[in-house]
């Protein structure tokens, strides 16, 4: 049986007492609407904790130009910047920028989303400078988010979603606490068209890419986002997450949409549930 909710902000005050009162209440409010729905786990005390401290700490460590850490040790809360080979991560500032504006606005804290907003103003700043050829799309360094071991880079298909996912959520927050989305909304546009242009090419943009002039024989049109794509090389894999992702986004128009989990309950995907591999 879980706590109430007065409770609940109790315990979470005494193991974390630095935690402001509205935000421990926020939190375990949240917590609490969470376990009325039919979840296999219902979150309990120790996911409240974890919530408050990811929100707190990750944008107490937040360098100068924008930066989030991958991660903070819990030892000495020493920050990481990097993953594999000390590359700088991506995802990491991504997600954070996602998740302040989501708890920000569904939670409706304004207090909480005019503290973190410089930091969000920030982080999207340092995100945008990885778009250095002005397309839309940021250019990753090579495995610089969580499939780390694998040696993807240049325009990757999820850390694209996140991005344009970022930019319309930062523009939401925006909207919510000044009336206006400022660039990000008209930026979340443009990085939309640039990745159905880029990882949902036509049959003949593929047979360009792959190098072939033959007119004997054709790829046909894809049926799901490409994993990535470099001006050099394109990857036929199919990333379930980041398409999933992108259908959950909005990213994709009904045609494709249906395309696309089409060809994901063809390969028996969702089996076993709720899906057999993710990349």
């Known amino acids: 049986e879980h ?87 991506i995802d990491s500032v991504l997600w954070w920028v996602i998740g302040v504006a989501r708890y920000s606005l569904l939670r409706g804290d304004r207090a909480f989303a005019e503290a973190m907003y410089p930091g969000v103003e920030r982080a999207m700043s340092w995100l945008a400078a990885h778009d250095s050829n002005n397309d839309g799309l940021l250019e990753i360094p090579e495995s610089s988010d969580w499939m780390d071991l694998f040696p993807r880079s240049y325009n990757v298909l999820y850390d694209e979603v996140l991005w344009y996912r970022a930019c319309r959520d ?52 894809a049926r799901y986002l490409l994993a990535q794509v470099t001006p050099f090389v394109y990857s036929w894999r199919c990333d379930v997450l980041a398409n999933l992702l992108a259908g959950l986004s909005g990213l994709l128009d009904d045609v494709k949409q249906q395309r696309l989990f089409q060809f994901l309950w063809g390969v028996g995907i969702n089996q076993p549930s709720p899906v057999a591999c993710i990349y």
């Open 170 to 221: 930062g523009a939401s927050l925006s909207a919510a606490l000044s009336g206006d989305p400022g660039p990000w909304g008209r930026l979340a546009d443009g990085v939309r068209r640039s990745i159905i242009d880029v990882f949902w090419p036509t049959g003949g943009q593929l047979m360009e890419l792959a190098g072939s002039t033959s007119r004997r024989f054709s790829t046909g049109e």
């Open 3 to 89: 706590p109430s909710l007065e409770k609940e902000v109790r315990i979470i005050r005494t193991r974390w007492p630095e935690a402001q009162d509205r935000l421990a209440r926020e939190v375990g409010r949240f917590l609490q609407a969470l376990r009325g729905r039919p979840l296999v786990k219902s979150p309990g005390v120790a996911e409240t904790l974890d919530w408050v401290r990811t929100l707190e700490v990750l944008g107490a460590h937040q360098t100068p130009p924008g930066q989030i850490p991958a991660y903070v040790r819990i030892h000495g809360e020493v920050p990481d910047y990097s993953g594999i080979g000390g590359i700088a991560s």
